[in-house]
């Protein structure tokens, strides 16, 4: 690995550290109740902060967790489930069934305390009336291959759910939910980290509907009759089941971000955090970034050389082709292409939980040879991004990046090195 290759690396490895339940979760504990404390939680960090909070809690608990297949971790009072991600399955089907009846029959006295992280809203499949768990795995279908920005996904998934969109939380009541979120969601508004299951999501059903007709997602037809009325309404902010509930996010990629460009500078290198928050196409994204990059390189500015350009947020894919790979992956083989030709520019994106998209890689490096190199090895760049294949394109020169599942979630890390 090139001495460039590793900084990228080690500025990854930085920003989730940075972001690891284990850290943050001791930090931000809720006031001890009179009565019972119960533990739920979903998403692909929940495991990790279900075991930080049982070391860190002094008293009796219990509940349940829900996170992805091969993101679990041992606990001694808090029941972990694994279940699929990103289309939800019977394992989540019932776990989800399982987490409202937990909640059910609390008193005043007691404490429930949500653990909540990106993913949960797959890992906690709960259809309303009329509709079915196959229903709910196509409407997610529809919306991965939507292209559309996580809020729009999220308002429109709350419409069909019995636990999103602050749902769970009023099944709570009387008792105080304190939810602590690990956000993964662009501007860190913890309503929209897995679809909140414990806090209001903003948004009508008729803003539902006409952003299902903008996005024209192919939804099933129970879903389109539910669409169409208004029952299934999700409880409003000023619900008075929500008083005495609080929110904190614990762990984002600002904080992320901030840790990663301290790190750079402390090694002599300029560091410039773009924006935390960005959202958008994939490859559209990478030609701004790339941009910025050449202008840099060539012309010094507007940031001077050596410097690094961190971002985070969700970018999205519109499928159009039947290839591997996630929205790190895309950004990455897009950046390739744009940057072909061009010396002293090395990049490193991937998905901080450790996987990006459905494969086993969290991202992928790129420099000014990689679309070179593609050729060279049978793959043309241009109809790989084409076929969204960006997996494929990385695997023929060997830069895929692979790190296994992290513990944490606060989304897509991208820096871009001009020297």
């Not at 709960?126 to 729009?152: C, H, K, W």
Request: proline content about 5%; glycine content about 10%; hydrophobic content about 45%.
């Amino acid at each position: 690995m090139t001495m460039d290759r590793a900084l990228l690396q080690t500025l990854f490895e930085l920003a989730v550290e940075r972001a690891q339940p284990s850290l943050a979760v001791s930090r931000h504990l809720p006031q001890k109740p009179r009565g019972r404390t119960i533990v739920i939680g979903a998403g692909k960090a929940s495991a990790q902060m279900a075991r930080a909070f049982e070391k860190a809690w002094d008293g009796e608990i219990s509940g349940l967790v829900v996170t992805r297949y091969g993101y679990g971790e041992k606990c001694e009072r808090i029941e972990i489930v694994e279940a699929a991600h990103p289309v939800p399955d019977a394992a989540g089907f019932e776990a989800a069934k399982r987490l409202k009846e937990i909640v059910s029959g609390l008193t005043a006295d007691d404490l429930v305390v949500a653990l909540i992280s990106g993913g949960g809203s797959a890992l906690l499949p709960a259809p309303a009336e009329g509709l079915t768990l196959e229903d709910e795995q196509a409407i997610n279908r529809a919306l991965l291959a939507s292209g559309a920005p996580i809020g729009v996904m999220n308002l429109i998934r709350n419409q069909f759910s019995t636990i999103k969109g602050g749902r769970l939380a009023a099944l709570c009541a009387p008792a105080r939910v304190a939810t602590l979120v690990v956000s993964d969601v662009p501007g860190d508004d913890p309503a929209l980290v897995a679809s909140g299951p414990t806090i209001s999501l903003a948004g009508t059903r008729a803003d539902a509907r006409k952003l299902a007709e903008l996005y024209r997602l192919e939804l099933p037809e129970a879903a389109k009759r539910l669409l169409a009325r208004e029952d299934n309404p999700a409880p409003r902010s000023d619900d008075p089941r929500f008083v005495g509930n609080s929110v904190v996010t614990i762990a984002s990629a600002a904080l992320s971000l901030t840790a990663a460009a301290e790190e750079a500078r402390k090694r002599g290198i300029g560091a410039s955090v773009l924006s935390d928050s960005i959202e958008g196409e994939a490859r559209d994204v990478a030609l701004v970034h790339a941009a910025i990059a050449k202008e840099i390189s060539q012309r010094n500015q507007p940031f001077e050389k050596p410097v690094v350009l961190l971002s985070g947020g969700e970018t999205t894919v519109t499928l159009r082709g039947k290839g591997r790979g996630g929205r790190n992956g895309e950004f990455l083989l897009a950046l390739a292409i744009a940057l072909d030709g061009v010396e002293g520019v090395t990049a490193l994106a991937g998905d901080t939980d450790g996987i990006d998209g459905s494969e086993d890689n969290a991202g992928a490096f790129v420099d000014g040879t990689s679309a070179r190199r593609m050729r060279e090895a049978g793959v043309d760049p241009l109809a790989a991004l084409a076929n969204n294949d960006a997996y494929g394109a990385f695997e023929a020169i060997g830069d895929l990046f692979v790190t296994g599942p992290t513990g944490t979630n606060v989304n897509d890390f991208r820096a871009i090195l001009i020297r």
